[in-house]
């Protein structure tokens, strides 16, 4: 079994050495990529090809892992060729995946190939983080489960991971915005350290430091996060009637006007 | 050392009985109440005085454990006959626990009582439950510590404790909120056991018991979150400035509004 990577970023390095060290052959291309990008797949001992088409032919299971802007270009110019499972892991919505898919379905994509939708759930980093696939070959991806990674098939169709994604970035950047808007008032008033003990008691043992964590990392991805919540309110937008839209978004819209504000502000 | 309580409910019931199994002796009244409750206080095993006033004065602790609408009327007619430490344990807002205190030492509250904001954290009947307290003498009642309570002593300023508890009331009513919208969006997708399996990989490992159990108690309680979301939104009016107060409060408005559709709906 051939693995190929289109990208080599934190993902695919981090995924490559798991497989390396299962005997996987792994392979990628770094044509036209940064010099740090070039060193990262030295450093992880995958093979490198010339050519990005020559990947997407020789790898049994593609895996597109590049970025949510470049997915669709990534899976039109070159997922188009594979000729076994091609796998976009980009984090992209539900939208843009069946747009790759039909693209494919529409353009010849060979018939003994296959797409499959895959989202990424916790760092790449952790022990805990999952991959979750959907669509009819995401059976070939789980038998990765083998081979050092942890991947988790969640239906046949198209689309239901990446919905997956898109609906726990409801939850976890509201429950953000919340947090953001709670220790603002607490720490205000100078009882911060006490509600973090306090609220700790009923929530898990590991509440302050997930939410610190959070609230660290909103203030560096704040102008992003305030973007996704543009995909979250269209995905909500698709998924209800006009005349329900506005009480079932009601938090999400806060959510985007809180992200909104601190966009603007020093934090 | 002798503790009375007056109201007796499941606080009064739940701590009488830790308190007894410790060797402390415990008194109530039951005048004028209902006839479950006075069956209450006799299944305790605690001493029933013939009346408020008695129990006041006899107290070394006397605890107000009611409702949120009667601690103000209970504190300015039994607590000011303290003659040691009066405790409100009915999760007042903090403007009501200063209006007791100010009530107390504009009336003549005996210059060795004193008067203590107290907070119960998580359900009374989970092992995990902590009194949170604040006030002068605060520390009188972290003695309890030892006579099987759990007592948390977080700072001498009449206020604390209630302002901690809104502060946490915030974020765990804005959560709920959140995960109402999650879910919601989930089920009619046909993707909710899928979501709970995804957000509990990075979550706490208890995410979907606490969650199922935040939604299912939500059903029953949609209209007393709904007005205690106003006490909510009257606190942060008091923390912020005008020009502030739109950003600073946009999730607990959106968590009003949340339960406030909740409220007109079947749900």
């Given amino acids: ?58 790898s049994d299971i593609l895996i597109s892992a590049t970025s949510p802007k470049t997915a669709l270009a ?38 003994n190939s296959s797409f499959v939708d895959g989202i990424i759930i916790g760092k790449i980093s952790s022990t805990k983080s999952t991959i979750i696939v959907s669509g009819k070959s995401s059976d070939k991806i789980a ?6 990674l942890n991947v988790k098939v969640i239906s046949h169709d198209i689309g239901d991971a990446s919905t997956i994604k898109m609906l726990r970035s409801i939850y976890t950047k509201g429950v953000t915005a919340i947090a953001y808007e709670t220790f603002q008032a607490a720490e205000q008033i100078g009882l911060s350290n006490e509600l973090f003990e306090a609220i700790a008691i009923t929530e898990s043992e590991n509440f302050q430091f997930q939410t610190k964590s959070r609230l660290n990392s909103l203030a560096s991805s704040k102008s992003r996060k305030f973007q996704e919540m543009d995909e979250v309110l269209d995905f909500l937008n698709s ?19 809180k992200f909104k504000s601190l966009k603007n502000s020093d934090f």
């Avoid at 919505?93 to 529409?106: D, G």
């Avoid at 038998?143 to 050092?148: H, Q, S």
């Fill in 143 to 148: 038998i990765l489960n083998n081979y050092g």
């Fill in 239 to 257: 998924v209800y009637d006009e005349d329900k839209l506005e009480f079932n978004s009601c938090m999400s819209k806060a959510t985007k006007n």
């Fill in 74 to 111: 990534i899976a039109k110019k070159y997922g188009i060729l594979c000729n076994g499972v091609f796998i976009d892991l980009n984090n992209i919505s539900p939208e843009n995946t069946k747009k790759i898919a039909n693209f494919l379905s529409e353009n010849n994509f060979n018939p």
């Fill in 1 to 58: 079994m051939r693995i190929g990577f289109i990208g080599f970023g934190e993902v695919a390095y981090t995924l490559s050495k798991k497989l390396l060290q299962n005997n996987v052959e792994v392979i990628t291309s770094t044509k036209g990529r940064s010099k740090k990008t070039k060193q990262l797949a030295i450093d992880s001992g995958v093979k490198i090809l010339p050519s990005y088409e020559e990947l997407a032919k020789q």
